[in-house]
């Protein structure tokens, strides 16, 4: 179990027990951390507490009460020794979900954790936020239409360069199209080809046999002939040298290699997707990129735009990933406040959805219980230069040189009001609300600069 799935946190746990407990643990796969009441450090990564008690306190359990009032809605067993039944009753008073008795019988205790981890999923909590999430996600025009494209590339095994900036989604596009693709049954192999030296990467993607340098012990498969039949997706595909990309190109003509130290030609029956974060063109015009090879891997080309360019989908993704958050780490998020998630809208998210993603799961980590009231953006990131607020300066400044400055007040309403239903995803009450004027008074001033968004 990764700290994704959340560890078990052992609380009170002394000599002779803990080595059982921690073999029990281990053997079904359990991650496990110490914390004391003193030090709850790594509780973020907790999915289940086991505090121990022995009786010795009768009637009272000053471990577990201590440790419920400081660690909020953590699923938590008790495991005691000697237990008095007042103890119990109390325990279960306090919020303990079950009570363990000693000598430990491990498949009771493994069906105890197992159910506090469910009741964690599947808890009385009705509107805490759990759907599943699927792997691609977003509701605006912009990514419908990236969606319609990802369905033409699954129909055919043409060449699909997928295009976009750092975090836009383009690796689960490439599986996206892999999956409902005629290959589904057959491998998915990705290669980010940053990430491997350049002196390694063709021994990596086309394999070697033995001997064919100092290191080449045995025959090795490269990662084309491990796809044979499926998908492979060559990630970051604009750094590779121009030495490199001959290479390629030559397989992607044929589809026919060799492996390195062997003359016998090899075909491998593959699907390529390339994705990079460059603009191609523009290396191709500067000489960095082959165009002949740009031309062959970009059959079908997908461009996925920036977060920043699809404002509605952040509300969707949000909420994807609360659920996501409170299936993966137990956690109970209900929601996100309306101002939080405005905020979220306006921000220009520059890691895209990725760092979305993160800031979820930063968030929920913090709140752990009940709602997410806010993102820490990096500093200063709020005023930075979203889309609306560029286009505010350049009005500004085209507005000064062009000697319009008596315009100017109008036109910055026009945006501010543009913004704000933007942010508020269009509910003109909370707008009107938040500029403190009534809603008739608004929907005159939308209706003066065009804007006529419903809500
Ligand atoms: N539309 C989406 N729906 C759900 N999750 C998404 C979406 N787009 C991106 N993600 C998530 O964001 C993260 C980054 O996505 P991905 O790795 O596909 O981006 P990328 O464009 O390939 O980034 P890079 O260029 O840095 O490799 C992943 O965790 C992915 O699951």
Redesign the pocket.
């Known amino acids: 179990m990764d700290t994704m799935t959340g560890n078990v946190m052992l609380i009170g746990w002394h000599g002779y027990e803990c080595k059982k407990l921690e073999q029990r643990l281990r053997d079904q796969g359990l991650a496990f951390e110490y914390v004391s009441l003193e030090n709850m450090a790594g509780m973020e990564k907790a999915a289940v507490a086991l505090v121990r008690e022995s009786g010795v306190d009768a009637p009272r359990l000053p471990r577990l009460e201590a440790f419920l009032e400081s660690s909020g809605h953590l699923p938590t067993l008790l495991v005691g020794e000697g237990l008095m039944p007042e103890q119990v009753i109390l325990a279960t008073r306090l919020g303990a979900l079950d009570v363990l008795t000693d000598p430990l019988c491990p498949e009771q205790l493994m069906k105890a954790i197992d159910e506090a981890r469910a009741g964690c999923i599947d808890g009385d909590e009705t509107d805490v936020l759990r759907e599943d999430c699927p792997?691609?996600?977003?509701t605006s025009a912009q990514?419908l239409s990236v969606y319609k494209q990802l369905g033409v590339a699954a129909s055919n095994d043409l060449n699909v360069l997928l295009t976009?900036e750092?975090?836009?989604?383009?690796?689960?596009s490439a599986y996206c199209i892999h999956r409902h693709s005629s290959r589904a049954r057959q491998p998915y192999v990705a290669i980010n080809c940053t990430a491997i030296p350049e002196g390694l990467l063709e021994a990596e993607l086309f394999g070697y046999t033995r001997g064919a340098y100092t290191n080449a012990v045995t025959d090795s498969v490269g990662r084309i002939e491990s796809a044979h039949g499926g998908t492979l997706l060559l990630?970051e595909i604009g750094d590779m040298s121009l030495a490199f990309q001959a290479k390629l190109l030559r397989f992607l003509e044929d589809r026919q290699f060799h492996r390195l130290g062997d003359s016998e030609p090899r075909a491998a029956d593959v699907r390529v997707i390339a994705?990079t974060?460059r603009n191609l063109e523009q290396d191709v015009e500067a000489g960095r990129f082959r165009q002949d090879l740009y031309y062959r891997l970009s059959q079908l080309p997908i461009h996925i735009p920036p977060l920043r360019e699809r404002p509605a989908d952040v509300r969707p993704?949000l909420r994807a990933f609360v659920s996501d958050v409170n299936l993966n780490l137990g956690l109970r998020i209900t929601d996100i406040s309306e101002p939080a998630q405005a905020a979220a809208v306006a921000y220009h998210w520059p890691g895209n959805?990725?760092e979305l993603?993160n800031a979820v799961y930063q968030a929920a980590v913090r709140t752990r219980v009940g709602s997410i009231n806010g993102f820490s953006f990096p500093d200063g990131a709020n005023r930075g230069d979203t889309h609306a607020e560029t286009a505010l300066t350049a009005l500004i400044q085209r507005a000064i040189a062009g000697g319009r400055v008596k315009e100017l007040l109008d036109e910055v309403e026009g945006l501010t009001l543009q913004s704000l239903l933007e942010a508020f995803a269009g509910n003109r009450s909370r707008v009107a609300e938040e500029l403190g004027m009534s809603r008739n008074t608004l929907r005159a001033r939308l209706r003066l600069h065009g804007l006529q968004m419903e809500q």
């Open positions: 792997a691609i996600l977003g990514i976009g750092t975090g836009v989604g383009k690796e689960v990630d994705a974060n993704l959805v990725r993603k």
